[in-house]
């Protein structure tokens, strides 16, 4: 049987506001974030779901926590389902991270896919690790909820590796689609895979901005 995930990435932060990399630093969703995720939790409130799950980094539990207020499931918490750590990035703006670590940018920016960042206060990961962790995290929780609907907050990094998975894309391709803020993306699992369905709704951010000004 199939399982329907939602995968939802976390609202935003202030730090997503002005390109710092998060990482597996524990931020908190700023006031944008938090009417996000409360849209997206208005969208999702007809939704039949069995389940949800999330990251336990603030910003994608925050966001969970929004869309369970509506729901009467569990809420389990998956540090699996975490952003990748990029060690001594984590905390930077962009433009730091080039300065201060020129070659080590340039190899993050190459999608180089084995290359790791010097470890800082928090353990680094190549891409391919993260990928294996991700996917595996997202297989484990569709493989407990088979023929049921569950719903997925995590992250950026997360949400790209699962629609690389379900496409085919290969890990060392540019990344040629958006990864928003509290976006809905749809996918099935089945026989082991992930099948993307609908990718990168976000309609009910706009209709909730509206909503407001009304």
């Given amino acids: 049987m199939s399982t329907t995930i939602l995968l939802i990435r976390h609202g935003e932060t202030a730090w997503n506001a002005v390109r710092r990399l998060q990482g597996h630093i524990d931020i908190d969703l700023n006031p ?24 336990d980094l603030k910003r994608a539990l925050q966001t969970a926590e929004a869309i369970a207020a509506h ?8 540090p699996d389902l975490r952003e990748r750590g990029y060690g001594a990035f984590e905390g930077l703006l962009y433009t730091e991270i080039a300065e201060r670590y020129p070659a080590d940018f340039a190899a993050w920016q190459a999608r180089h896919v084995e290359a790791v960042m010097p470890h800082g206060e928090r353990k680094a990961e190549s891409f391919r690790q993260f990928y294996e962790r991700s996917i595996a995290a997202l297989a484990r929780w569709a493989e407990k909820h088979p023929g049921q609907a569950i719903a997925v907050v995590a992250h950026g990094g997360v949400l790209e590796c699962a629609y690389r998975a379900a496409t085919g894309m290969s890990l060392d391709s540019p990344r040629d689609f958006q990864v928003k803020n509290a976006s809905i993306n749809r996918f099935t699992f089945e026989h082991g895979k992930l099948l993307l369905s609908q990718w990168g709704e976000v309609a009910h951010l706009t209709l909730a901005t509206l909503d407001d000004v009304i």
């Avoid at 729901?71 to 998956?78: S, T, Y």
């Fill in 32 to 55: 944008e974030g938090q009417r996000q995720a409360a849209a997206t939790a208005r969208a999702l409130a007809g939704e039949k779901l069995d389940a949800i799950i999330s990251s």
């Fill in 71 to 78: 729901h009467h499931v569990p809420l389990h918490v998956d």
